[in-house]
């Protein structure tokens, strides 16, 4: 029997659908938040928990020009440094259905990127840069009721972010533990929800101008539960992870320079607090929390922390003869 055109077209179509990919849900989120003068942020998946459909595509904005990642690992991995990736990274968009790790570069203000999710599961979403920042997409089969939809989503990212950034455990912390002499070096808390981890941290040294005499020792001691920072005076390096070369360690574990000249150049390196405990696993080392100048010479000292100087951390110490 003759075929006919319309039934060849037909056919054309069924087959075309049942190749084609399945275009789902696009779904929009934020990927962290500061104040005006970027001194508070939020270091957040905002909101950090989605429901979705499989098939369903996850845009993340990002926010801030704090750095960031968005980057989904494989059940066990181990988690990789943010300059290595998941390893190595993807651009614009990508598909994770929990086989294999993706992860962007780390990005800041404006940059976007997307992730399809073809499969049903419940995947963790985590930030390389920030250990406590973490989320997770629930992945529903498409016959299941979503229980929110994008206006939930984008108020509760607000709110999220709104209640990080005014968080009041954070204001009037002066700390002074060490004598007159000392400079806290960032403050933060970590905070938990059913959709895992955010953290605020204050990227500045508070009291950050000191005035002492020569032959003082000013102390800075890192008093944020998650974020590193530096105390770099002079030329900044280009790695600021090690200290530079004309660093001691005290007795009691603290690192320790001299600067005899406004010209000196001392980089502390990461100054940071040890990891959480995890039961289960080893001990974790002490972390590098304080560092300590002593100065021989008056001047004025302007100083920096190298990862954070872009959004304002900055101080400097005055030395009288």
């Not at 890192?222 to 002079?234: A, L, R, S, W, Y």
Request: charged share 15%; with cysteine.
């Amino acid at each position: 029997m003759k075929k006919s055109p319309s039934h060849f077209a037909l056919r054309l179509i069924v087959v075309l659908l049942a190749v084609a990919p399945m275009f789902g849900a696009q779904w929009q989120a934020k990927v962290g938040a500061d104040t005006k003068n970027q001194a508070r942020q939020a270091l957040a998946f905002l909101p950090n928990e989605i429901w979705i459909h499989e098939g369903d595509s996850i845009t993340w904005t990002f926010d801030v020009d704090e750095i960031h990642t968005v980057t989904f690992l494989t059940e066990g991995q181990v988690r990789p440094p943010f300059p290595v990736g998941c390893p190595g990274f993807a651009v614009g968009s990508a598909m994770f259905d929990g086989s294999t790790c993706i992860s962007t570069p780390p990005m800041v203000t404006g940059q976007t990127f997307s992730v399809m999710f073809p499969t049903v599961g419940n995947f963790k979403l985590t930030c390389l840069v920030h250990e406590d920042m973490t989320g997770v997409v629930h992945v529903l089969a498409n016959s299941a009721k979503l229980p929110h939809n994008q206006a939930f989503y984008d108020k509760l990212g607000a709110q999220q972010a709104q209640d990080l950034l005014s968080s009041p455990d954070l204001s009037g912390m002066h700390h002074h533990d060490n004598g007159a002499n000392a400079v806290a070096v960032g403050i933060g808390k970590i905070v938990a929800n059913g959709g895992g981890h955010d953290t605020v941290s204050v990227m500045r040294f508070i009291e950050p101008e000191l005035v002492i005499h020569a032959g003082g020792t000013v102390e800075w001691t890192n008093f944020d539960p998650i974020t590193p920072h530096t105390i770099t005076f002079g030329t900044e390096p280009e790695n600021p992870i090690p200290p530079s070369g004309n660093i001691t360690v005290d007795a009691d574990g603290a690192l320790h320079a001299t600067i005899s000249s406004t010209s000196d150049s001392v980089h502390s390196g990461f100054i940071i607090s040890a990891p959480q405990e995890r039961i289960g696993l080893p001990q974790a080392p002490l972390g590098t929390t304080r560092f300590r100048i002593t100065f021989t010479a008056p001047g004025v000292y302007p100083y920096i922390c190298a990862l954070h100087d872009d959004l304002g951390m900055k101080g400097r110490i005055v030395v009288l003869p």
